[in-house]
């Protein structure tokens, strides 16, 4: 089961003098991750380091931002994966207390600050959504657009043409087959059903 945060959140510990912020986000696109992190590096130019990383579907990055390489990015992004969380960005910003933690004690710091901000997220479940479209004649209008709220679906306002009306339906993907088999009954087979975009879409 995929996850998800609720909403933002943050974690601070100190190791040996360091002060480690770690500040996670749920993210709806690649672009929200890149202007979250940036507006943290623009608040907070006093920190020594901002951390990061992001998952977004089968996209991630993560960057040690002045650290050793692979001691801060690659530990939080392994993290995340390791929750199994998507759609999330996180940024664990350093400030140096004057003591070196060395490689080993950095990865530690950085994956353990993130490990921990992550496992106490409120966090709901991921649900993969797909877009549905049909076209409707106007003798079955009234009762489909009665039977769409029942079956757990949502339903942008219908575009009307000289025969009827296109609908287009945002539902979990797990519903696909029973929403279009119940859309044919109800149509005798008059709803023309089209998976509008190829990749699910989450929710």
Known sequence: ???????PF????DIKKSRFLARAIPIASIAEADAFIASIAAAEPD?????????????????DAGEPSGTAGRPILQV?????????AIVVSRWFGGIKLGAGGLVR???GTAAECLREAPKEEL???????FHCPF????IIQAR?????????????????????????????????AKLTDLTSGQADIRLIEDEPTPA
């Open 1 to 7: 089961m995929t996850q998800t945060l609720v909403g």
């Open 10 to 13: 943050l974690l601070e510990r």
């Open 47 to 63: 920190a020594t380091h901002h951390c990061w990383a992001w998952q977004f579907g089968p996209h991630c990055r993560c960057h």
């Open 80 to 88: 995340v994966v390791a929750q199994k969380l998507d759609r999330v």
């Open 109 to 111: 710091a950085y994956a």
């Open 127 to 133: 649900i993969e959504r797909i877009r549905l479209g």
């Open 139 to 142: 003798s079955l209008l009234g």
């Open 148 to 180: 769409l709220p029942e079956w757990g679906v949502e339903a942008e306002p219908p575009v009307f043409d000289e025969n009827g009306a296109w609908f287009q339906l945002l539902l979990p993907q797990a519903l696909q087959q029973d929403v279009c």
